[in-house]
């Protein structure tokens, strides 16, 4: 009696764990793709980077690296790469030009939530973070934006995760995902 008890006590508990994963997901998504809105009309800025998908790889590159210091403010080319690539791959569209700043953003609240787990802490303060976030609209704003800025915030707080897990979770795929996405 005392071993179907426990039993069932740790099905309850692993139930419990997996809605509260599965309730962090959809939140994290849904945060993102509130800020994402592909309605926005695109900056002059971004339109540089459509222009760029029209170039061979080679007129990209060229392009990127004469444009760096006066017109890009001494951004690195590798957004505007990642634009290449997806604009040629999937087309003229707003969200796809704004996916790697979308992507980052998912990034940058799982591994809030990440860091806030790897402190101990319970789900209700994994959640505030993620409202905590949600409500600085400055840095969240960037999500629907085809600069730079979302994954470079999102680069740090995967550093700042990734140096929380142990050694042996390192080497576990979301290690490596946090220390590849965050140098």
Not at 101 to 127: E, K, M, N, T, Y
């Amino acid at each position: 009696a005392h071993l179907k008890r426990a039993t069932s006590d740790t099905r309850a508990r692993m139930r419990s764990a997996v809605l509260v994963n599965v309730a962090l997901g959809v939140s994290i998504v849904l945060i993102a793709f509130l800020y994402a809105r592909p309605s926005r009309p695109i900056w002059l800025d971004e339109l540089f980077h459509f222009a760029l998908a029209s170039m061979s790889w080679t007129e990209a590159v060229r392009a990127i690296d004469y444009t760096t210091i006066e017109i890009n403010f001494g951004q690195t080319g590798i957004y505007m790469l990642l634009d290449w690539a997806l604009l040629k791959g999937f087309g003229a569209n707003a969200f796809i030009l704004r996916l790697p700043s979308f992507l980052s953003a998912l990034l940058l609240l799982a591994a809030s939530v990440s860091f806030i787990r790897q402190r101990g802490l319970p789900a209700s303060w994994q959640f505030i973070t993620l409202i905590t976030i949600a409500g600085h609209s400055s840095l969240m704003w960037l999500t629907g934006e085809a600069r730079p800025y979302m994954p470079v915030a999102a680069s740090a707080v995967c550093i700042l995760a990734y140096y929380q897990l142990s050694p042996q979770e390192r080497n576990a795929p979301w290690g490596w995902m946090l220390v590849v996405f965050g140098f």
